[in-house]
Nanobody, 122 residues
Framework: QVQLQESGGGSVQSGGSLRLSCAAS????????MAWFRQAPGKERESVAI????????TYADSVKGRFTMSLDYAKNTLDLQMNSLKSEDTAIYYC???????????????WGQGTQVTVSS
């Protein structure tokens, strides 16, 4: 089973940037769908960005389009999330997640990291 470990969270002022990283161990991530999710206090977990190698697509939540960029480094077996122009509403725990591929689609995301806190102050 692939194990995921996030890093790079912290506190930043509104308009600032952070870069999150997710290190995978136990198996190559190249054949999986990978994603970043987040959960703010009192809110449900939501997807931030999902990459589907089967379709060659990366999908971003409308709320982060143009500000966040997800990237994969297959050589390092890592998944990064560059977050720019951060807003207070981006404050949340950010999770890295992995899902098997079901044909061209992603199966349910059932493999999760422990999360990393991002706090944006206005």
């Amino acid at each position: 089973q692939v194990q995921l470990q996030e890093s790079g969270g912290g506190s930043v002022q509104s308009g600032g940037s952070l870069r999150l990283s997710c290190a995978a161990s136990g198996h190559s991530i190249s054949r999986y769908c990978m994603a970043w999710f987040r959960q703010a206090p009192g809110k449900e977990r939501e997807s931030v960005a999902i990459i589907n190698p089967g379709r060659g697509t990366t999908t971003y939540a409308d709320s982060v389009k143009g500000r966040f960029t997800m990237s994969l480094d297959y050589a390092k077996n890592t998944l990064d999330l560059q977050m720019n122009s951060l807003k207070s509403e981006d404050t949340a725990i950010y999770y890295c997640a992995l899902a098997a591929r079901s044909g061209p689609f992603c199966a349910d995301f059932v493999n999760w990291g422990q999360g990393t806190q991002v706090t944006v102050s206005s």
